[in-house]
């Protein structure tokens, strides 16, 4: 399975270039190292590398007004690859892309990253918009 942890300039620019004042949910897909290893020679599991992110990354998260609506442990792979094997997956919603823009270019946001990338072995983050919930799945509104 390739690793995929932060986005490469290409995938930023196109997130950057759609707009910017509407709400988002990022989709989140994540897969742990069993052993994370710091820079420093620190060895501690994947696991508890992503749980400093989120300690060190939650007030700057709070601070542009994003919230966690969805959080699961994914079981099974029903359809897909079998070897996209997740340890968590969740949905954020931030109020506007703006607001993410700002938490990832934040200081204190940045400082964080260096325990997401530890800990994680390969991730998918996606940017959805919403749609109305009425007329049922397939329906785009």
């Known amino acids: 399975m390739p ?4 986005p490469n300039r290409e995938q930023f620019e196109r997130f950057k270039a759609l707009p910017r004042d509407e709400p988002v ?3 989140n897909l994540v897969r742990f190292h069993d052993q994370a290893e710091y820079p420093d020679g620190e060895v501690i599991s994947g696991r508890e590398a992503y749980a ?9 998260f709070a601070k542009v007004g994003g919230e966690l609506v969805w959080r699961g442990q994914p079981k099974n792979v029903l359809i897909g690859p079998a070897d996209e094997q997740w340890d968590t997956a969740f949905i954020a ?8 823009l700002a938490m990832v270019t934040d200081p204190v946001y940045r400082e964080a990253v260096k325990h997401r990338q530890a800990a994680v072995r390969t991730s998918r983050l996606i ?5 109305p919930m009425a007329g049922g799945f397939a329906d785009e509104g």
């Open 52 to 60: 400093r992110y989120g300690a060190a990354s939650s007030p700057v």
């Open 93 to 100: 919603r931030y109020p506007t892309a703006s607001a993410f």
């Open 127 to 131: 940017r959805m918009g919403e749609l």
């Open 25 to 27: 949910m990022m989709l």
């Open 3 to 6: 690793n995929f942890i932060d």
